[in-house]
T-cell receptor, first 116, second 112 residues
Framework: AQTVTQSQPEMSVQEAETVTLSCTYDTSESDYYLFWYKQPPSRQMILVIRQEAYKQQNATENRFSVNFQKAAKSFSLKISDSQLGDAAMYFCAYRSPQTSGSRLTFGEGTQLTVNP | GAVVSQHPSRVICKSGTSVKIECRSLDFQATTMFWYRQFPKQSLMLMATSNEGSKATYEQGVEKDKFLINHASLTLSTLTVTSAHPEDSSFYIC????????FGPGTRLTVL
């Protein structure tokens, strides 16, 4: 079974600065998908960014980018120019393409605080 | 983007009663929906996978007779917590799939 590990329960960053959230995973599959979700205080899960394992290029979405290291099974999220609205719980998630209905395996989460 | 709604957003009930939570995909059809449970400051725990027209698949340790799931149409799945007890108090989240998962806003259940 796949596992996802987020080793940083809490992180903090100054507004306008850059922060990196870590995520590692374990799998024997060669093809899969990785995601970062944001859960603000409203608790609505919001997709931040996704990465297909077969793509070597790291995904980017505006201020959000990932460092995908397939051999190391690492998938970190970098948030540039941090904003107060970025404060939230961030979850890393794994999805096997072979699983029907796109089941997700989540990490434990990292609580991000943005200081003004 | 795809929108998923949940109703109610918040419910308080007495111990021993049953509570039904609805999950709807508003602008797409979802053959598969998922139900999660989340305790404060913890991750989402998958409870069951709900497929339209068939019985739900429950995760290990989840009582299927306590958490009844019905997926009667491609846009609606319901979770009924039967004979609720205070330990069932939690935040319940559903998601619906259309190539990827789209999440509902969640339902906070408090059992007195």
């Amino acid at each position: 079974a796949q596992t996802v590990t987020q080793s940083q329960p809490e992180m903090s960053v100054q507004e306008a600065e850059t922060v990196t959230l870590s995520c590692t995973y374990d799998t024997s599959e060669s093809d899969y998908y990785l995601f970062w979700y944001k859960q603000p205080p409203s608790r609505q899960m919001i997709l931040v960014i996704r990465q297909e394992a077969y793509k070597q290029q790291n995904a980017t979405e505006n201020r959000f980018s990932v460092n995908f290291q397939k051999a190391a099974k690492s998938f970190s999220l970098k948030i540039s120019d941090s904003q107060l609205g970025d404060a939230a719980m961030y979850f890393c998630a794994y999805r096997s393409p072979q699983t029907s209905g796109s089941r997700l395996t989540f990490g434990e989460g990292t609580q991000l605080t943005v200081n003004p | 983007g795809a929108v998923v709604s949940q109703h109610p957003s918040r419910v308080i009930c007495k111990s021993g009663t049953s509570v039904k939570i609805e999950c709807r995909s508003l602008d797409f059809q979802a053959t598969t929906m998922f139900w999660y449970r989340q305790f404060p400051k913890q991750s989402l725990m998958l409870m069951a996978t709900s497929n339209e027209g068939s019985k739900a698949t429950y995760e290990q340790g989840v009582e299927k007779d306590k958490f009844l799931i019905n997926h009667a149409s491609l846009t609606l799945s319901t979770l009924t917590v039967t004979s609720a007890h205070p330990e069932d108090s939690s935040f319940y989240i559903c998601s619906a799939t259309q190539n990827m998962q789209f999440f509902g806003p969640g339902t906070r259940l408090t059992v007195l």
